[in-house]
């Protein structure tokens, strides 16, 4: 089993969609959770960190089950400008503070 | 602020020659700094995590004698891929995390990136 596993893209949207992505991690005693985005051939860039208690930022929604051990980040009414490749990321050991990605789901938004 | 910058940002070389990049925190000093790699349409693979003024901790698989890592202070990380090969072809990117913030917020910074192509 990986330690973070996304859902398998592409996600092809219109304009306007709400679209869901998904995440489970192994560890679970990880802290500190993460949505990154990245756009082709550059580095990722944080998009939102994850907290237990759900959080929100416009348009995108974060949540955490550590029961589950799930993530999910929600974009609500798309843009052209949301195509990219989003990234579940985690801290499966948070004495070392290093990063684990998840494969990442690649999104397009198409008018 | 919390900005971090790779040079070079792209490098072609041949087979055997050794290649050195660098990684350094703009406005803030960075205790730790991690190095990963990245090929063609998968995901980043944490290579080896470097703290000021130690030996630099790598993951299983990756060679350390292949991979120098430098870390002499807290703005300024450096990789040399020594004799790379075809196969070291890929995206290497740095991330450092803040000595002052990370208590508080449990964040990395990530570099731009040097994309390197091994002929």
């Known amino acids: 089993r990986k330690e973070v596993e996304q859902d398998p893209g592409p996600f092809n949207v219109p304009e306007g969609a709400t679209v869901a992505f998904n995440c489970t991690y192994s560890?679970?005693?990880?802290?500190?959770f993460f949505w990154y985005r990245q756009d082709c051939r550059k580095e990722p860039k944080l998009l939102m960190s994850?907290?237990?208690s759900g959080n929100e930022d416009g348009r995108f929604t974060a949540q955490l089950n550590r029961a589950s051990q799930y993530i999910s980040l929600l974009i609500r009414d798309s843009k052209l400008s949301d195509s990219a490749t989003y990234l579940c990321v985690v801290n499966l050991d948070t004495g070392r503070r290093a990063l684990t990605f998840g494969s990442g789901t690649r999104l397009q938004v198409q008018p | 602020g919390a900005v971090v910058s790779q040079h070079p940002s792209r490098v072609i070389c041949k087979s055997g020659t050794s290649v050195k990049i660098e990684c350094r925190s703009l406005?803030?000093?960075?205790?730790?700094m991690f190095w990963y790699r990245q090929f063609p349409k998968k995901s980043l693979m944490l290579m080896a995590t470097s703290n000021e003024g130690s030996k630099a901790t790598y993951e299983q698989g990756v060679e350390k004698d292949k991979f120098l890592i430098n870390h002499a202070s807290l703005t300024l990380s450096t990789l040399t891929v020594t004799s790379a090969h075809p196969e070291d072809s890929s995206f290497y990117i740095c991330s450092a995390d803040n000595r002052w913030t990370r208590v508080f917020r449990d964040e990395q910074f990530f570099g731009p990136g040097t994309r390197l192509t091994v002929l």
């Open positions: 560890n679970s005693a990880s802290q500190s």
């Open positions: 406005d803030f000093q960075a205790t730790t």
């Open positions: 994850v907290y237990s």
